[in-house]
């Protein structure tokens, strides 16, 4: 529709950069959620991100994005289509879908094509969001105010990576594994634990409090305003140099050497923290090896997890609310003990 | 006429400013919230708006209570019906596409269709995805939400954030209103806008006197900036200045300073020292910024009304008593819910038809029954639809209950107290967030009541609102009861389930007026525990005194309320008792 703001444009924020990153390098992280003040350049780091993230391929014009290098997952259609011989390959930008507040559980999940079914008489599945969103990311905003039957669905779905819709006669199942992204202001509410339990990362951002940055930020915002086409061109090289180091990462990132002392550490804290569940620890090795083969390292170490362990733990704490302390905060003190 | 500028006719010129600024930049200033009471003042401001903003421009008027297929649009029943072929029907955000939506009694609108509005002031754009449809259309708007909040009713926090322009009618008076408006050339000034510069020092200057005066939102920084650039660009002149700069302030800032109500309110001096302390390094434009901001606080200065100064200094608000004197106007949504699901068998007498399910589940019959109708009667409708596709809609009402807790903090006691109810709402907020509750308090004291928390469902925000209570004094029973019933009847006009916990020894000695002439609070406390109980309202009375007494018994007969003794429950007990009455029966 319009030139986004590009990712690398934004100023500061810098753990919702990073988080979003990491699972464009490595999409089981887990979903990412980003809570805090408005205006810090939520949406805009997500709209910005789909511009950066590299192309991925797709088995001809298949509506559920199948993966030519998976064939045994094919959708019907990409198989017959393949029998056929008539499947081509294509490249295509990396979804990244809004799933709008106000969205219907049939968008959503997927239902009868009324247009088939009125004009023809022919029963047909018309994909829905989650369709769309496959291999790529899901974003809802203001996630702590979607409807409670939708978090259920997404809950299921974002948990089996397989969406299953048995409606109006209709009986399909397809492949949707996305990265489900979530932005909120904690003003409006809390999250359900459940939901929260499935993002990988969770990060906080605030407001700049320093008056040269926002001095900054309205600065390239103007700027973009003004000429948008001129802004993201003057932006281009600084994209493309994050684009390829996502490329390079995910190229590193099966021969990246994880050390026994890592995981160790890993343990060691989650049981400081009385993390429970292994989720936890598997995202923090996930997004340990992410980063480490951002900075383009062969090894993961100590020190990366120490830099993603609040952004991967701060939501999985079990709340005292007796505890003034942000959990974040308490995260932090479980590191500088561990290292004492 | 010319009118001697008196303070209520600069809120009006301002007031008019704003209308002209919007009309310049509707996509960077997003809108006004206008804070007024409806009456012929508004009603003219917002006639002279929509007269500035364009003659031939659409304007849709909506109201709060608009349902989210109205906002994004959704399917034209009578078109699909028709043509026998979905037609999409544009929602008002889409229909307003390059004019103007006023939303009416904007206090009140519920978070998600906030939420859906502000995504469409973001982008430019409604998402339609709904009933089988999806569809993005252009829906560029500019938005003037009025708020007639009273109390502590606000504009959703999603809106009042991307509107950025913000005027306050309620000082001006009628007579004001027809003083001469400066003839503003709007076409000139849109032309001119995109090549005005706003100079970096004038940046730099709002940027550092939002911050100073609390203002954390990226967003008003960056209006702060357009709205310069429109100024200056009505102005005629290709460079913003001091001027422009100082009307951004006010029509952005200075009216409202939405400081939080528990930010210390820096003072206006305090405001210009404190500043420079963020800029050491930038010895060189120090000089250059820091004069141009002392200019810019002078000139604000100058123009601004005392007390809307005074307002933006302690960002203080009106604690007015609470008074019951809305129970009248309760039930007349008694039918509010969410649409749950569809059933084939009408739920309830006279239950609503789901017509897109209802053709969904006919629509795979229709050639068989076409085909059938030919053989038939020989009546061919476009359509054929039989009483077993019947499908109805399912709704929700929803169940979220709201406790009002009504802390007595008066007394020796009141520390304690006040710890202990903190405690409770704190682990209520923390275990009740899977439904939809919510928690408030109101304390009582001294001379009057005073709500601290409005009803939330945040622990962020009741955290930070609990963060310091205030206890001791006298105890104004009566006017305590007075509060929590306003408060509950507006929570249940809100759709919320309320339940009143009212924690107190029962021993009111302070009457409404403030005075303590026994027979007096005698009197207010029995009229006040009458109207209470008139509302039938579910409460409860904890009694908080050391050896409980007849006293608080008597209190919680007189509001029909049950009657708890609970002499050191600590905040857990207190949790426990409230967490289990509002679970849903």
Redesign the interface.
């Known amino acids: 529709m319009v030139q986004n703001y590009p990712f690398s444009a934004i100023v500061g924020q810098d753990e919702m950069k990073r988080a979003l990153l990491l699972a464009a390098i490595d999409p089981t992280i887990g979903g990412i959620l980003v809570f805090g003040d408005r205006g810090t350049g939520k949406s805009t780091a997500v709209r910005g991100l789909a511009g950066l993230l590299p192309q991925m391929s797709v088995a001809g014009d298949c509506r559920y994005n199948c993966d030519p290098a998976d064939v045994a997952g094919y959708c019907n259609r990409c198989r017959d289509q393949l029998a056929a011989g008539k499947l081509h390959h294509r490249q295509v930008a990396v979804p990244v879908i809004d799933l709008p507040l106000g969205a219907t559980e049939d968008r959503v999940a997927g239902a009868l094509d009324l247009e088939k079914a009125l004009v023809s008489g022919e029963k047909a599945f018309e994909p829905g969001l989650l369709a769309s969103a496959h291999r790529g990311f899901l974003y809802i905003d203001e996630v702590n105010l979607l409807e409670d039957h939708l978090v259920d669905l997404l809950l299921d779905v974002a948990a089996s990576g397989v969406n299953i819709v048995e409606r109006e006669g209709l009986s399909v199942r397809h492949p949707a594994r996305f990265v489900l992204v979530g932005s909120g202001n904690p003003e409006e509410g809390e999250l359900r634990p459940q939901l929260l339990d499935r993002f990988g990362l969770s990060v906080n951002v605030i407001s700049p409090s320093d008056v040269p940055s926002r001095v900054e930020v309205v600065k390239r915002r103007d700027a973009y305003d003004r000429d948008p086409a001129r802004f993201s061109q003057s932006w281009k090289r600084k994209d493309g140099a994050l684009r390829s180091s996502i490329v390079k990462a995910r190229a590193a990132l099966p021969s990246l050497e994880t050390p026994d002392s890592v995981i160790e550490f890993a343990s060691t804290l989650c049981l400081t923290l009385g993390v429970d569940g292994l989720r936890g620890e598997l995202t923090l090795m996930r997004a340990a090896r992410a980063r480490a083969a951002l900075v383009g390292r062969q090894q993961v170490t100590i020190e990366d997890m120490r830099a993603i362990a609040v952004s991967a733990l701060r939501h999985r704490l079990r709340r005292d609310p007796l505890d003034e302390s942000d959990s974040g905060t308490r995260v932090e003190r479980a590191l500088l003990e561990i290292a004492a | 006429m010319t009118v001697a500028p008196s303070t209520t006719s600069v809120l009006w010129s301002d007031a008019l400013l704003a209308a002209a600024m919007m009309a310049v930049d509707p996509a960077?200033l997003g809108g006004i919230h206008v804070r007024a009471r409806s009456g012929p003042v508004r009603d003219r401001w917002l006639e002279l708006a929509a007269g500035i903003a364009g003659r031939d421009i659409p304007v849709r008027r909506i109201a709060a209570g608009i349902a989210?297929?109205r906002?994004?649009g959704g399917l034209d029943l009578g078109l699909?019906l028709e043509s026998?072929?979905?037609v999409v029907e544009s929602g008002v955000l889409a229909a307003a596409n390059g004019g103007l939506v006023v939303l009416a009694m904007a206090e009140r609108v519920e978070?998600?269709s906030a939420?859906?509005i502000g995504?469409a002031l973001?982008?430019?754009?409604v998402?339609i995805?709904?009933?089988?449809?999806?569809k993005?259309e252009p829906a560029q708007f500019a938005l003037i939400a009025l708020d007639e909040g009273i109390e502590d009713e606000r504009l959703a926090?999603?809106l009042a954030?991307r509107l950025g322009l913000r005027i306050d009618l309620s000082g001006v008076t009628w007579p004001d209103t027809h003083g001469i408006a400066a003839k503003l050339d709007i076409g000139a000034a849109r032309l001119l806008l995109?090549s005005v510069v706003?100079p970096?020092s004038l940046?730099?200057a709002l940027?550092?006197l939002?911050?100073s005066a609390g203002v954390?939102?990226?967003?008003?920084?960056?209006h702060l900036?357009?709205a310069a650039r429109a100024c200056a660009a009505l102005r005629g002149v290709a460079v913003a200045g001091v001027e422009d700069g100082s009307v951004a302030l006010r029509v952005v800032l200075g009216m409202a300073a939405s400081v939080p109500e528990d930010a210390p309110g820096p003072a206006d001096d305090a405001q210009v020292d404190e500043?420079p302390r963020?800029?050491a390094?930038?010895e060189q434009e120090e000089l250059s910024t820091e004069a141009l901001r002392d200019m810019l606080v002078e000139a604000v200065k100058a123009e601004l009304p005392k007390h809307l100064l005074a307002g933006m200094e302690t960002g203080a608000r009106s604690q007015r008593q609470g008074v019951a004197g809305r129970a009248g106007a309760l039930r007349n949504r008694a039918r509010r819910g969410?649409a749950?699901?569809t059933s084939d068998k009408p739920p309830a007498p006279g239950a609503r038809l789901d017509v897109?399910a209802t053709?969904?589940?006919a629509?795979?019959?229709?050639?068989?029954r076409a085909e059938a109708a030919a053989v038939g009667d020989g009546r061919l409708r476009k359509?054929q639809i039989r009483k077993s596709d019947f499908r109805y809609l399912r709704f929700q009402e929803k169940t979220g209950t709201t406790a009002i807790f009504a802390v007595d903090a008066s007394g020796s006691a009141a520390v304690e107290r006040l710890a202990e109810t903190k405690?409770a709402i704190?682990?209520l907020?923390?275990e009740c967030?899977?439904r939809r509750d919510q928690v408030a308090l109101i304390s009582f004291r001294g001379k009057s009541s005073e709500t601290l928390l409005e009803p939330t469902?945040?622990?962020?925000?009741a955290?930070r609102s609990l963060s310091a209570l205030p206890g001791g004094g006298g105890t104004p029973l009566a006017s305590g009861i007075l509060a929590t019933l306003a408060l509950a009847v507006r929570s249940s006009q809100k759709g919320q389930s309320v339940v009143a916990v009212f924690l107190t020894d029962g021993r009111g000695n302070v009457a409404l007026d403030g005075g303590t002439i026994k027979s007096q609070v005698l009197g207010d406390m029995q009229m006040a525990a009458k109207a209470f109980r008139a509302n039938a309202i579910r409460s409860i009375v904890i009694d908080t005194a050391m050896r409980p007494q007849a006293r608080a018994e008597v209190l919680a007969r007189d509001l029909g309320a049950e009657y708890l003794a609970l002499p050191r429950g600590g905040?857990r007990a207190v949790a426990y008792e409230i967490g289990a009455r509002m679970a849903p029966p």
Not at chain 2, 122 to 125: L, T
Not at chain 2, 129 to 134: A, H, I, M, T
Not at chain 2, 363 to 368: G, L, V
Not at chain 2, 457 to 461: A, F, H, N, Q, W
Request: include cysteine; charge should be positive; aromatic fraction near 2%.
């Open positions: 960077g989210e297929t906002l994004t699909t026998g072929r979905p978070a998600s939420a859906i995504m973001d982008e430019g754009a998402r995805e709904r009933d089988g449809l999806s993005i926090p999603v954030d995109p706003v970096d940046i730099d940027c550092a939002a911050l954390l939102s990226m967003r008003a920084s960056l900036v357009r500043a963020n800029e390094d930038k969410r749950i699901g897109l053709l969904r589940n629509a795979p019959w229709q050639r068989i359509l405690g704190e682990l907020l923390a967030y899977v469902r945040s622990l962020v925000r955290k905040a």
